[in-house]
């Protein structure tokens, strides 16, 4: 861990294990105090390396979207043709689903319990994600190698991709990358042109 602090460290451990908890018992069921004894940390350190309830939430919700935005940024960068693209932002998108599942179930059920700023962030990051689909998609029309589709078909291949959170196991017959594999085999045959 060279280069990082015990600050960073502990912090990312409270993270986790408010992540744990949220998506078991959800946020609004979650106490501070049931963190704390989590992570055995009195009130006062709980508060240090957090903030609030909230701002841990704001963290969890942001921190994988965040993670997938500049994914997406450096797949599109690296001059594949538009299938791959595509392919690539979905093998990465389940492996982190597989890799982050509390985090992504925190994020998908509770992001709403944010307010002001912290819930603006998160729905301006969640669309910049969808917003590199669309790229990818509208450059395989412009390429001709994909048919034009309705705006909302991104929200369909991410509800599709997404909601994998709910029952995939990655220690299951298929890697996340297989069944990334396997949706997108389906949506590119359907889209091709």
Known sequence: MT????????????????????ARNGYHGTGMAELGRAVELGRGALYRYIGSKEAVLYAISKDQVDKMNRYAEEVLDRGLEPREVLREMARGLLRNIADHRAEWAVFFREYNALTGERRDEVIAARERYEGYWRQALDRGVREGTL???????VKGILGMLNYTYLWFTPDGELTPEELADLFLDALIDGIHS
Do not use: H, K, Q, W
């Open 3 to 22: 280069g990082t602090t015990y600050y960073e460290v502990n912090r990312e451990r409270v993270i986790a294990a408010a992540a744990e908890l949220f």
């Open 147 to 153: 048919r034009p589709t309705p705006r909302l078909l």
